[in-house]
T-cell receptor, first 115, second 111 residues
């Protein structure tokens, strides 16, 4: 079955720690995205990648970092510089990077809680 | 002004009635508009997209686009309890290779 796999589903972090959220897709999609969702809020774009070895900052990139060394993988690191990291993190992909169709396929999400 | 604005609700509609969800946007150059549905604790899924002015129907769902007034709507006919979810409006900003989402409207269908 093709899809997007995010792990872990739930993660607890102590203040000052970096954590990395995994996102893997086997859809052969060019573009991958990371969104953050806070309670009662829409999705805010953190980073996106249209092609392997390239990525761009989204609207709220501060305190986050990403890499795109393989087409299938787009991990997100939440660093200690992110002041309010408790949120629901969603990874998504779309078939084209340079001409987005607007159809995003989402993983099941990772819920990060800072203790 | 936010790029995409929605009334966060909650919007409560009796079963069998028409639910009407609205979204306004600020970028006049936007060409592509989308509605995603998100059940509580789950990830969003695309249910409708619309590119041209007017109505687009798909089963019980109708998307309406008015570019002159810069709004897009989603109508759900014969609402069912299973339609209870948060509905997110999204669009592609002209010249940008990304999708921008509104804050979502929480819809509850009452049996």
């Amino acid at each position: 079955d093709g899809g997007i796999t995010q792990s872990p589903k739930y993660l607890f972090r102590k203040e000052g720690q970096n954590v990395t959220l995994s996102c893997e897709q086997n859809l052969n999609h060019d573009a991958m995205y990371w969104y953050r969702q806070d309670p009662g809020q829409g999705l805010r774009l953190i980073y996106y990648s249209q092609i392997v070895n390239d990525f761009q900052k989204g609207d709220i990139a501060e305190g986050y970092s990403v890499s795109r060394e393989k087409k299938e993988s787009f991990p997100l690191t939440v660093t200690s510089a992110q002041k309010n990291p408790t949120a629901f993190y969603l990874c998504a992909s779309s078939i084209y990077g340079t001409h987005p169709t607007g159809e995003l396929f989402f993983g099941e999400g990772s819920r990060l809680t800072v203790l | 002004q936010k790029e995409v604005e929605q009334n966060s609700g909650p919007l409560s509609v009796p079963e069998g009635a028409i639910a009407s969800l609205n979204c306004t946007y600020s970028d006049r150059g936007s060409q592509s508009f989308f509605w995603y549905r998100q059940y509580s604790g789950k990830s969003p899924e695309l249910i409708m997209f619309i590119y041209s002015n007017g109505d687009k129907e798909d089963g019980r769902f109708t998307a309406q686009l008015n570019k002159a007034s810069q709004y897009v709507s989603l109508l759900i006919r014969d609402s069912q309890p299973s339609d209870s979810a948060t509905y997110l409006c999204a669009l592609i900003i002209q010249g940008a290779q990304k999708l921008v989402f509104g804050q979502g409207t929480r819809l509850t269908i009452n049996p």
